[in-house]
């Protein structure tokens, strides 16, 4: 008799091999999220400290714009502080929860320039990882990366 079909080990040759590619390709993910996600996070803070260098730059509403660094979020403001703050401008920016920021927590713009007395470091960290991004502030209010 002639039977046509798969027999249980080659089923089970086939099945094995489909796990292992999946434990690789999940390893693989699992180890690039993290970082990109600390990427995208410090694109992002990079976007709103441009965004309030340009505001004040440009005078929008006759206001000097600052940004706000807290450990969980990023604020655009308008106002001379955090502080001292016009709370009906603001534009909060929460990070993910596994993201933490440290470093400068105020960049406030000066009219015409753009330039900034608030020169530093800012870093955000992935805390389940340790993968970290620092953006870099310096008095001309340049953001690098």
Not at 54 to 65: F, I, N, Q
Not at 81 to 102: K, N, Q, V
């Amino acid at each position: 008799m002639d039977q046509k079909g798969f027999t249980m080990v080659e089923l089970l040759l086939v099945l094995s091999v489909f796990v292992i590619l999946f434990g690789i390709v999940g390893s693989i993910s699992r180890n690039t999220l993290p970082s990109t996600q600390v990427k995208v996070e410090g694109d992002a803070v990079e976007e709103v400290l441009r965004k309030a260098q340009a505001r004040t730059v440009s005078r929008h509403g006759d206001l000097v714009w600052g940004v706000h660094i807290a450990t969980t979020s990023v604020t655009l403001f308008a106002g001379p502080s955090y502080a001292a703050r016009t709370a009906a401008y603001d534009e909060l920016r929460a990070f993910p929860s596994a993201i933490t920021a440290s470093g400068l927590a105020d960049v406030i713009f000066q009219f015409r320039t753009g330039a900034t007395s608030n020169t530093g470091t800012i870093t955000l960290t992935h805390v389940l990882t340790g993968d970290s991004n620092t953006l870099t502030v310096n008095a001309t209010g340049s953001v690098d990366q």
